[in-house]
């Protein structure tokens, strides 16, 4: 009982001293705050983007096949496809015909995907996804499925078709069949989903040529060896494996990336300056403190402590506080500090309506590169107030 | 308390080029409920002989006892252990801590020894009524006049009711009336039966008419007793 | 009056009941997006997707997974990287 109330005294003690120097130790306590709420801001967001992907596009196409010339994608025969038949075990074939579109208007890039549904799995389900309308027919031609932002778009404009330039500058109107529901926000906001023929009218691409094409196999296990033959086979073609497509999206919010390392950058700055801050040594007033303490009565141990509770105050408060903004910044601003720079210059901003990571790893991480070693760098020095000699309070001394 | 020292010396950096012999071989007895002046210029050794009775730190070499208790060979733990109990220290300026208001300088002694708030305010007002002071009890102890300051000071050292306070040149900064004051308040200590032991070389303290016996050191042995 | 490590407990308390609710919440947030889990399945699966919609302004931010493998050379030796969003992306791994 007796030590537990030593060290609630201690406690006491180390507070009342925190707040004597509140100017000082705020300053500190936002600064990390700030750095602690930056670097998990940008953990989660990316968390959530990165375990969103590897949910979502598990279904991804097994095997995309482009054409590569000059070094740059361009169409892909039909031909080709029927190359691909001498290659056993491939079970389905879909061309598509996908591109961007510029809106003057709006100056947002559209994605326009052409394909005929009815040939890709799960195809005859997809009329489930629309908030409203229907899925086009297969072969249909004149009507269009709509992503939440494009809907946007055409509503703002007081009009029930939407009309798009074709290269040669002559108009070409669609009908809105659906609109994707907002749950698909996340792969769909900027689509428009139309036939083959009409996306082929649409960017002038000859009939015997597509964008790429979507090949499935019988056996998914078999997907790399088939992706390896269809390489030898057609040597001016690159292979996208669906494995490809979650790495690339495992890797893609790395910290190598720009903008983390610039997070990693601030953060580390900050504990630096902090950390130089603490590990200064002792101050005269510091080293008069301890001293008259240690003539009192107090153990060095005692001191030690006054020093682990203020640092350890300071991080813990932070990073509880740090974590928690992040959190609801993440999760229910949308991110809205992230959002212009993950983003860039989009128009269509998407929200960010993805599962929120509350991952206990994210969390111990975070705090491992905070928290210990804020303690490390002012406690450590703290080794100093041992070598204050308690007769140095004295006059003689 | 009896304290007794035998043949106690002290050596600062020893085995270093800057060795320095602050106590040779001393012998003192200083008997329950005296009060003592040790006298002597500055770097004679008295601060360090007030050091070693303070349990501040223990002698190179030679036997010290407080109470029939050996001091000599104790770890640095268990001197402040015994520093915590048994000694009230007042230091040359007082020594408060300037941003602590005044109840808290005076309750510092008390935090290790794990005293609850409730108790510590108790005691350091009584302390404070007992000197007057306690009109002054939130201020900081920056911001309140020099016999005020002497007094919170000698507050602070009795607040864990040590039997044996210890003054470091208490007077060196004070004005002749303060340092009378500061001298009858150690006299009613020693009558309300505290041992009390005071460096000093100041004419004040050493013909207070309490004293009752004053030590002469000088280049770290005592010349006369 | 209160001691100031009361004070801080309070605060601590108050903090973490708010992570508390902070944590609820974002279970039953986490339940209302696995219920829709099948509707992006489909979508995914029936459209042939190979990319999340989040930044629309680039080839190589859009589908950053089918994308040339020297995007940021896109159209002409003079072309700006879109900054910051391009720098946000990290190239995708060589096959």
Redesign the interface.
């Known amino acids: 009982m007796r030590t537990l109330a030593r060290q609630i005294n201690i406690l006491d003690y180390a507070l009342s001293s925190l707040w004597r120097r509140r100017l000082k130790n705020a300053s500190v306590l936002v600064v990390f705050t700030a750095v602690i709420f930056l670097v998990a801001s940008f953990q989660m967001v990316t968390d959530a983007l990165t375990g969103t992907a590897q949910e979502v596009l598990v279904n991804a196409p097994q095997i995309t096949l482009q054409r590569m010339s000059a070094g740059r994608q361009v169409n892909i025969p039909l031909a080709y496809a029927g190359k691909l038949g001498a290659i056993y075990g491939i079970s389905n074939i879909v061309p598509r015909v996908w591109g961007y579109y510029f809106d003057e208007l709006t100056g947002a890039n559209l994605t326009i995907m052409g394909l005929d549904t009815s040939r890709m799995p799960m195809g005859d389900q997809l009329r489930l996804t629309l908030a409203e309308g229907t899925f086009p027919a297969a072969g249909s031609r004149g009507s269009v499925v709509l992503g939440q932002a494009v809907r946007d778009m055409v509503r703002a404009r007081g009009s029930q078709l939407l009309s798009l330039f074709r290269n040669d500058l002559s108009m070409a109107s669609y009908q809105v069949a659906g609109v994707f529901s907002r749950a698909t926000d996340i792969l769909t906001r900027d689509l428009v989903v139309m036939s083959i023929a009409d996306a082929r009218d649409l960017f002038r691409i000859p009939p015997g040529q597509a964008t790429d094409l979507c090949i499935y196999v019988a056996n998914p296990t078999e997907i790399g060896t088939i992706a390896r033959k269809i390489a030898d086979l057609l040597p001016d073609t690159r292979v996208v494996t669906r494995p490809q497509i979650l790495k690339t999206y495992r890797v893609v919010f790395g910290w190598r990336s720009g903008f983390g390392s610039i997070c990693l950058l601030t953060a580390l700055t900050a504990f630096v300056i902090l950390a130089w801050d603490k590990a200064s040594g002792l101050s005269l007033e510091e080293k008069r403190e301890i001293a008259i303490l240690k003539v009192l009565g107090w153990q060095t141990a005692d001191i030690l402590a006054v020093r682990f509770w203020e640092s350890l105050l300071v991080s813990g408060l932070a990073f509880l506080l740090g974590v928690t903004l992040a959190y609801v910044h993440v999760v229910f601003l949308d991110g809205v500090l992230f959002r212009p720079v993950m983003v860039g210059w989009s128009v269509i901003f998407p929200p960010f309506h993805l599962a929120p990571a509350m991952n206990a790893q994210v969390f111990f991480l975070i705090f491992c590169l905070s928290v210990l070693p804020y303690l490390a760098a002012t406690v450590i020095p703290a080794w100093h107030t041992a070598t204050v000699r308690a007769d140095s309070a004295l006059s003689g001394a | 308390m009896l304290i007794e020292l035998e043949s106690v010396t002290k050596i600062y950096n020893q085995g270093q080029p800057n060795e320095v012999t602050a106590l040779d071989s001393i012998d003192l007895r200083i008997e329950e409920n005296a009060m003592v002046c040790l006298r002597g210029s500055s770097g004679s050794g008295k601060s360090t002989l007030l050091s070693i009775i303070g349990c501040i730190f223990p002698p190179t070499s030679g036997r010290a006892a407080i109470a029939g208790r050996q001091l000599a060979r104790l770890p640095d733990r268990f001197l402040t252990l015994h520093r915590r109990r048994s000694i009230g220290f007042i230091f040359q300026r007082f020594n408060l801590l300037p941003a602590l208001s005044v109840m808290d300088n005076i309750s510092l002694p008390l935090l290790p020894l794990g005293v609850p708030p409730a108790e510590r305010r108790q005691r350091a007002r009584a302390l404070m009524d007992r000197f007057a002071i306690r009109h002054r009890e939130r201020f900081p102890a920056g911001q309140i006049s020099g016999g005020e300051l002497q007094r919170v000071a000698i507050a602070r050292a009795l607040v864990n009711d040590p039997p044996i306070i210890l003054a470091d040149e208490p007077t060196a900064h004070l004005d002749t009336g303060l340092s009378q004051v500061f001298m009858d308040l150690m006299a009613e200590l020693h009558a309300a039966g505290k041992t009390i032991i005071i460096t000093s070389h100041d004419p004040l303290v050493t013909e207070h008419p309490a004293i009752g016996r004053i030590i002469d050191i000088r280049d770290g042995r005592i010349h006369a007793a | 009056m209160m ?3 009361h ?2 407990l309070l ?2 308390i108050v ?2 009941a ?2 508390g609710f ?2 609820l ?2 279970a039953h ?2 339940a209302r ?2 219920e ?24 190589y ?2 589908h ?7 995007a940021p ?1 896109m159209d002409h030796p003079g072309a700006m990287d ?9 190239p ?2 060589r ?1």
């Open positions: 001691r100031p490590a004070i801080l605060v601590l903090l973490l708010a992570d902070l944590l919440s974002s947030r986490r997006w696995r829709q889990d099948r509707l992006r399945a489909i979508a995914v699966s029936g459209l042939g997707l190979t990319d999340l919609c989040v930044a629309t302004e680039a080839r931010t859009r950053p997974a089918v994308t040339d493998l020297v050379f879109h900054f910051p969003s391009g720098s946000f992306w990290a995708p791994p096959p």
